[in-house]
């Protein structure tokens, strides 16, 4: 499955502050998406991405990113988050908050686990989060790692492009534009010279030009 159209927004916003730890929740979820974000549109998805740096209240904040999505033509709504328990230096894990898109969500979570050496808790079906029962379009919420986990923040960082590769991929499919790596160019396409056939058969007085000279 691939998306031509998703909309990616980031958790919370710059006043509405979400969990912190090691890592900072809004920080993170802005860099990520907009990195998930520039992975899609190599893979030609029409990519909108959304961070709420006006609200002041959660309710405010919570209605400002669910009508932003929901004011876009778009196949997929995407929120991303980092979750938060007890401060602890244990892996934690990555998962995939959901309403309906249960395949969707588990296919997300393992690709976001295997790309960053993460647990993979899988696919949660949850029914009280307002971005998943406000966005209109299929969504999923993701929860990338846990901020107040040293190791889950130690692997995000050092896995930080793979796992917005990995997103991507899941999102847009796998066919990336190959671009040759930098210092390196490609070769030069064998090229033919150039040739002209003319076969015409005229009678009278003509004149032909070829490349601005006449050719008599
Ligand atoms: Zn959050």
Same mark, same amino acid.
């Given at each position: 499955?691939?998306?031509? &159209?998703?909309?990616?927004?980031?958790?919370?916003?710059?006043?509405? &502050?979400?969990?912190?730890?090691?890592?900072? *929740?809004?920080?993170?979820?802005?860099?990520?998406? +907009? %990195?998930?974000?520039? +992975?899609?549109? %190599?893979?030609?998805?029409?990519?909108?991405?959304?961070?709420?740096? =006006?609200? $002041? @209240?959660?309710?405010?904040?919570?209605? &400002?990113?669910?009508?932003?999505?929901? @004011?876009? $033509? &778009?196949?997929?709504?995407?929120?991303?988050?980092?979750?938060?328990?007890? #401060?602890?230096?244990?892996?934690?894990?990555?998962?995939?908050?959901?309403?309906? /898109?249960?395949?969707?969500?588990? #296919?997300? @979570?393992?690709?976001?686990? #295997?790309?960053?050496?993460?647990?993979?808790?899988?696919?949660?079906?949850?029914?009280?989060?307002?971005?998943?029962?406000?966005? +209109?379009?299929?969504?999923?919420?993701? *929860?990338?790692?846990?901020?107040?986990?040293?190791?889950?923040?130690?692997?995000? /960082?050092? /896995?930080?492009?793979?796992?917005?590769?990995?997103?991507?991929?899941?999102?847009?499919?796998? $066919?990336?534009? =190959? *671009?040759?790596?930098?210092? /390196?160019? *490609?070769?030069?396409?064998?090229?033919?010279?150039?040739?002209?056939?003319?076969?015409? #058969? =005229?009678?009278?007085?003509?004149?032909?030009?070829?490349?601005?000279?006449?050719?008599?």
């Amino acid at each position: 499955m691939s998306y031509d &159209r998703v909309v990616i927004s980031s958790g919370h916003g710059k006043y509405v &502050r979400g969990a912190s730890g090691v890592l900072d *929740e809004v920080d993170e979820a802005g860099r990520a998406v +907009e %990195q998930v974000a520039d +992975e899609l549109r %190599q893979r030609d998805a029409e990519v909108t991405t959304y961070h709420d740096d =006006v609200s $002041q @209240s959660q309710s405010e904040n919570l209605n &400002r990113i669910v009508d932003f999505h929901n @004011s876009k $033509q &778009r196949d997929l709504d995407v929120s991303v988050h980092f979750n938060a328990y007890v #401060e602890t230096d244990k892996p934690m894990g990555t998962e995939v908050l959901f309403v309906t /898109q249960s395949a969707l969500a588990g #296919e997300m @979570s393992s690709a976001i686990a #295997e790309a960053g050496d993460l647990i993979d808790r899988g696919a949660k079906k949850r029914t009280d989060l307002f971005f998943l029962n406000n966005t +209109e379009m299929p969504s999923i919420l993701i *929860e990338t790692c846990f901020v107040d986990s040293e190791a889950d923040a130690a692997t995000y /960082q050092a /896995q930080f492009s793979s796992i917005c590769d990995a997103i991507a991929s899941v999102l847009g499919g796998s $066919q990336e534009v =190959v *671009e040759p790596p930098p210092g /390196q160019t *490609e070769p030069p396409p064998d090229k033919a010279p150039p040739t002209l056939r003319l076969d015409v #058969e =005229v009678t009278g007085e003509i004149a032909i030009i070829i490349n601005g000279v006449p050719v008599t």
